[in-house]
């Protein structure tokens, strides 16, 4: 490959564009590369070393590459008139993994000339512009913005996948059920549209997991059971916890663990001084296991109401 090519290539992490190539090379040299077998064009006017691309399968050329180059290829192509979206702006986002074969979901303003390719699918969108606050860069990649992405991949997903991305997203403070709510108003035809408004009151009263989820809809609530507080801030000492489910009259705070956190033994020492340290400003810490709470709904509400009834007393 001519030297100076290369070093372009080099350049752009195994991705060259042809206006790039031809302001240094004239354009056979480019042409040359792609019959030499070095350089494989893998969208209108966008190429990447051939050592990048997978073995030929029935694929489009596209989605034989690295999914993170693949997605940098689609925006090259786009060249500023398009922002990762769906999907592929949950992967940027990190709330789903990159995986090789993906579809890249590329979204563009309706006027916009561009249409979707082998691999690659284009969602023209009215009124969309590619600058903030509509999009941002984020990793390098021009990505929509999380609660339209979200909002957009929602009916994408297996029905049995779609609450994951949104709760984490919520749960690692990227953004607010209040913010969820205004993206899903311009969605009105979204399907499962009540399931996700539900979702996001269940997320604005402070549940922050499946299982709180689960536990706010079949077991801590009915007759007896107190309007418990979430993700309630408390500081015995020096730290801030973060409790649950509070019980402020009683001074009890509901604690769910998560099947993941079953066996560790790390966790479970912090957990317990977690809990000595609530102890020293009067405050009860009641663990259940996710097996109990879904395998034992009775039982553990009758446990939490006596509980609850003996503190009060």
């Given at each position: 490959?001519?030297?100076?090519?290369?070093?372009?290539?080099?350049?752009?992490?195994?991705?060259?564009?042809?206006?790039?190539?031809?302001?240094?090379?004239?354009?056979?040299?480019?042409?040359?590369?792609?019959?030499?077998?070095?350089?494989?064009?893998?969208?209108?006017?966008?190429?990447?070393?051939?050592?990048?691309?997978?073995?030929?399968?029935?694929?489009?050329?596209?989605?034989?590459?690295?999914?993170?180059?693949?997605?940098?290829?689609?925006?090259?192509?786009?060249?500023?008139?398009?922002?990762?979206?769906?999907?592929?702006?949950?992967?940027?986002?990190?709330?789903?993994?990159?995986?090789?074969?993906?579809?890249?979901?590329?979204?563009?303003?309706?006027?916009?000339?561009?249409?979707?390719?082998?691999?690659?699918?284009?969602?023209?969108?009215?009124?969309?512009?590619?600058?903030?606050?509509?999009?941002?860069?984020?990793?390098?990649?021009?990505?929509?913005?999380?609660?339209?992405?979200?909002?957009?991949?929602?009916?994408?997903?297996?029905?049995?996948?779609?609450?994951?991305?949104?709760?984490?997203?919520?749960?690692?403070?990227?953004?607010?059920?209040?913010?969820?709510?205004?993206?899903?108003?311009?969605?009105?035809?979204?399907?499962?549209?009540?399931?996700?408004?539900?979702?996001?009151?269940?997320?604005?009263?402070?549940?922050?997991?499946?299982?709180?989820?689960?536990?706010?809809?079949?077991?801590?609530?009915?007759?007896?059971?107190?309007?418990?507080?979430r993700q309630v801030p408390m500081r015995p000492g020096r730290r801030t916890i973060y409790l649950d489910m509070f019980a402020e009259r009683e001074r009890v705070n509901i604690e769910l663990d998560g099947a993941a956190t079953?066996?560790?033994?790390?966790?479970?020492?912090?957990?317990?001084?977690?809990?000595?340290?609530?102890?020293?400003?009067?405050?009860?810490?009641?663990?259940?296991?996710?097996?109990?709470?879904?395998?034992?709904?009775?039982?553990?509400?009758?446990?939490?109401?006596?509980?609850?009834?003996?503190?009060?007393?």
């Amino acid at each position: 490959m001519n030297v100076v090519l290369r070093d372009l290539v080099k350049l752009g992490r195994g991705l060259v564009t042809f206006g790039a190539a031809r302001q240094v090379v004239p354009q056979w040299t480019l042409q040359q590369a792609c019959r030499n077998g070095e350089l494989v064009r893998v969208l209108p006017e966008v190429f990447v070393a051939a050592t990048l691309v997978g073995a030929p399968s029935g694929d489009a050329v596209l989605r034989r590459l690295d999914p993170a180059l693949r997605q940098r290829a689609a925006l090259a192509w786009a060249d500023g008139c398009g922002a990762l979206s769906h999907l592929s702006a949950l992967s940027v986002w990190g709330l789903r993994p990159r995986a090789v074969g993906d579809l890249v979901h590329l979204s563009t303003p309706a006027s916009a000339s561009l249409r979707s390719r082998p691999g690659l699918v284009v969602h023209r969108r009215r009124g969309l512009v590619i600058e903030p606050p509509q999009v941002v860069v984020r990793q390098g990649l021009t990505v929509t913005r999380l609660e339209q992405a979200l909002v957009e991949s929602w009916p994408a997903l297996p029905a049995s996948e779609r609450r994951a991305p949104v709760i984490r997203a919520v749960s690692d403070w990227l953004t607010t059920p209040e913010r969820l709510s205004d993206a899903l108003e311009s969605a009105p035809k979204l399907i499962d549209r009540a399931a996700f408004r539900t979702l996001l009151g269940r997320l604005a009263d402070g549940c922050r997991s499946p299982l709180e989820i689960w536990g706010h809809d079949k077991v801590f609530t009915g007759p007896g059971m107190p309007a418990f507080r979430r993700q309630v801030p408390m500081r015995p000492g020096r730290r801030t916890i973060y409790l649950d489910m509070f019980a402020e009259r009683e001074r009890v705070n509901i604690e769910l663990d998560g099947a993941a956190t079953h066996g560790d033994p790390r966790q479970w020492e912090i957990d317990r001084r977690r809990d000595a340290l609530l102890a020293t400003i009067g405050i009860l810490v009641v663990r259940f296991a996710h097996r109990r709470l879904v395998c034992e709904v009775d039982a553990v509400r009758r446990e939490t109401l006596a509980i609850l009834a003996i503190r009060r007393n």
